[in-house]
């Protein structure tokens, strides 16, 4: 019989973020350098929720939304090879050699486009390094070594986008001149600007083609290349969009980009199409209702068919019974600009 596990339980959290100048293909994939710079929002309450206790197994045990590992099954395999990775990089330098027991949720669906990779894979990364130093906060975990852009940087070698959630409010990623040269920056806090993100879920289904093959195929599109050279400007015209909460600019620069990102995947070879009809049939609907009546949102997508509704706090109320009298089915998850992870100690579970 194996004696109870009386080690603490940490309790990571990492929110989901939403892209909006989009990261889209890879200069290296291995080493998650990004082919451009992007730029994000955190969000608040879609995030994942990960307890990670060092255990007296012989293995890292994982349970994700109450299914135990299979090694077999992707939603398992990732996150068990990622969390390999990291114990291989930071073993000489800490003790990773004591395996995991992990839990982890989402408050929201995963791998349909709602960056779930990126609040996953932050939160796993988060939580192991806590219970393999021992650090109940981030002041503790910097002291002995891992600030949060350290900790960025470690997660974005398992989701690329997962480096923006270490940060609150608008975050840049900036894919630097190398590999080594990535950093992600704070620009605006979440008080700068009080957005909501009206989430839009058409489907829960997990995508059939991953982002990262996605990411592969970016480079076999003929507007690529133009893309790449397009971000630059567009990135600038939006940070100064938000500096002047210039919430039109704002609008036109997101849907512009998100589109020509599905251009881009549609024009790749072979074609990738995450949109589905009802997708269509909505942001045909949003537009139309902006251009004939006072309808303050703007949408984006990430790499899946739900929409991301981007409008001001005053008007999210009244957007959303708008969207209700259309009688979609579609769910509806109403979230806000949030501040980034937490970290925190629990009381004891014992295991056995």
Not at 219 to 246: A, G, M
Not at 283 to 311: E, M, V
Not at 334 to 342: F, K, N, Q, R
Request: some cysteine; proline content about 5%.
């Amino acid at each position: 019989m194996n004696l109870p596990n009386q080690s603490p339980e940490y309790v990571a959290e990492v929110p989901s973020n939403i892209a909006l100048i989009k990261y889209w293909g890879k200069q290296n994939a291995e080493l998650q350098w990004p082919a451009n710079d992007s730029l994000s929002m955190t969000l608040s309450h879609a995030r994942s929720i990960t307890r990670v206790q060092i255990n007296n197994e012989p293995c890292d045990l994982l349970v994700i939304d109450g299914r135990q590992a299979d090694q077999n099954s992707p939603q398992f395999k990732k996150p068990l090879q990622f969390l390999q990775k990291i114990r291989t990089i930071l073993e000489e330098e800490i003790d990773t050699s004591r395996h995991l027991s992990i839990t982890s949720h989402n408050t929201f669906p995963q791998s349909s486009g709602i960056a779930s990779s990126a609040s996953g894979i932050g939160a796993l990364t988060l939580g192991a390094v806590a219970a393999w130093t021992g650090s109940p906060s981030f002041s503790v975990l910097s002291s002995r070594g891992f600030s949060q852009e350290r900790l960025a940087s470690l997660a974005r070698l398992g989701s690329g986008s997962s480096c923006r959630s270490f940060g609150g409010g608008f975050v840049l990623w900036k894919a630097g001149k190398s590999p080594e040269d990535q950093e992600t920056i704070s620009l605006f806090s979440r008080e700068h600007w009080d957005l909501q993100d009206m989430i839009l879920i058409v489907s829960r289904e997990p995508k059939l083609i991953s982002s990262s093959h996605g990411h592969d195929r970016a480079w076999t599109s003929p507007l690529f290349k133009n893309r790449l050279s397009e971000v630059p400007h567009r990135l600038q015209r939006l940070q100064d969009s938000i500096v002047y909460r210039d919430f039109a600019l704002f609008g036109a620069i997101i849907e512009e980009d998100a589109l020509e990102m599905h251009e881009v995947m549609k024009t790749s070879v072979p074609s990738l199409n995450y949109l589905l009809p009802i997708t269509r049939e909505i942001l045909q609907w949003i537009l139309h209702k902006r251009a004939s009546s006072h309808f303050p949102a703007y949408f984006t997508l990430d790499a899946g068919p739900n929409i991301h509704l981007i409008c001001e706090k005053a008007s999210l109320d009244r957007l959303v019974n708008e969207v209700k009298k259309e009688n979609w089915p579609i769910e509806i998850i109403v979230d806000e600009i949030g501040s980034g992870p937490a970290l925190s100690l629990s009381a004891l579970k014992h295991q056995k």
